[in-house]
């Protein structure tokens, strides 16, 4: 299993950005351990929804709609880094971010596809 954790929360002002990373260990290195990973979110009273993935090879990645043209998923697989670069800062996009990986090519818009869950790292857009 991959083990994940989050860094780079914290409080900004609306319109603002930010720039969350997350680091996997484990079973990062072994040649059969290709995993696409992905971005999701949960704010407080509302279910954990799917904010961006990412492809094994970086070669293709996806994102709700309503962080399009505003966030940028990426990943260094030299350094097992994921990153999500978020741009014009909404109060709505207040929430704990979590990363996923699964094993295997594809990422997936759905959380039961991911097999390892980072604890989350706070992102607070104040108005």
């Known amino acids: 299993q991959v083990q994940l954790v989050e860094s780079g929360g914290g409080l900004v002002q609306a319109g603002g950005s930010l720039r969350v990373s997350c680091a996997a260990s484990?079973?990062?290195?072994?040649?059969?351990?290709?995993?696409?990973m992905a971005w999701f979110r949960q704010a407080p009273g509302k279910e954990r929804e799917f904010v961006a993935g990412?492809?094994?090879?970086?070669?293709?990645?996806g994102y709700a709609d309503s962080v399009k043209g505003r966030f940028t998923i990426s990943r260094d697989r030299a350094k097992n880094t994921l990153y999500l670069q978020m741009n014009s800062l909404k109060p709505e996009d207040t929430a704990l971010y979590y990363c996923?990986?699964?094993?295997?090519?594809?990422?997936?818009?759905?959380?039961?596809?991911?097999?390892?869950w980072g604890q989350g790292t706070q992102v607070t857009v104040s108005s």
């Open positions: 484990g079973r990062t290195s072994s040649p059969y351990a290709t995993y696409a």
């Open positions: 996923a990986a699964r094993y295997g090519s594809n990422w997936y818009g759905s959380g039961d596809k991911y097999d390892s």
């Open positions: 990412i492809s094994w090879s970086g070669s293709f990645t």
